[in-house]
C-alpha cells in the first residue's frame, strides 16, 4: 500500500513571515489528514524559520534543491547535511525549472539522489517532458531516459525511497493540467521502467507524484487513477485553504 504524498513546492516565493504563517495554517488545516504525508517545500532561507512552525506537527520539510558535495568551496549551494540540520527531511531534486534555467543534468540528478539517500532525506525527483517533446511524441523517449540516469547506481533497498514527481513542463504553472488519462499513461510507464531497472516489489512501492496546475478543482479526478500516488503543488500550495482542500480530498481518496 503506498501512501500518497501532497507536496507544496512555494518555489522564489513568501517572505519568511508570510512562510511561517503559510505554515501555521498548513499545520492546523491538515492535523486530521493522516491519510496522506503532507511536505512542505519553502524558499532556503526560510528553511528553519518553518522548520520551527512545523515542529511536533505532522507537516514535514523539504528543500527545493541541494548540492552533492558535503561541503567546500561551492559558492551558493547547500549540502544535505545542512539541510538536515534545519529540519528538513525531503528534498526536490532536478525540478524543470532547475533543468531548464540553472544547467542541472540528468548526472548531477543522479548524483545528488545518491547523496539524498545516504543522509537520509527522501528525495523528490522531478521529470517531465516540453510541449515540443510532447507534440513530436518523444514524450515515453524523455521520460524513460530521466527515470533510468537518476536512478542509476540506486540500489534495490534504497530504491522504495525515491519519490518520482511526474510534472510536464507545458502543465506547470500555465493552467493546463495533463488529462487523468495522460497523467495515468506516463505514470503507468514510468512504473513499469521501475519494475525494469530493480523488480516489481520496488515497482510497487515507489511512489509517483504528479504536478502541474494541480488544483482543488482537478485533484480527485487526478488521484483516482491507479498509478498516481499524490501531487507536487506549485502555485495553489501557496495558500493553506488551496493546499489543505486538496490535501482533504486525496486523504478522502485514501480512506
Ligand atoms: P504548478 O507548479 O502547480 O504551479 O503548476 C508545479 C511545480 O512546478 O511543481
Redesign the pocket.
Known sequence: MRKPIVAG?W?MNLSLADSRALAAGIVDAVADYSGCEIVVAPSAVSLAGVGEVLADSRVRLAAQNMHWAGGGAYTGELSAQMLADVGASWVILG???RRQFFGESDEGVNHKTHVALQAGLTPIV?VGETLEEREGERTLQKIELQVRAALAGIRAEDAPRVVI?Y?PIW????GKTATAVQAQAIHQAIRKIIAEVFDTSVADALRILY?????PANIAELIAQPDLDGA??????LKADSFSAIAKIVDEYTA
Do not use: M, R
Not at 211 to 215: A, D, N, W
Not at 232 to 237: F, K, M, P, T, V
Open positions: 513546492n518555489k525540478h524543470s525549472e522531478c514527481a510534472e502543465a506547470i504553472g500555465t504536478g502541474g496546475s494541480v488544483k507536487l503543488i506549485g502555485g495553489a500550495s
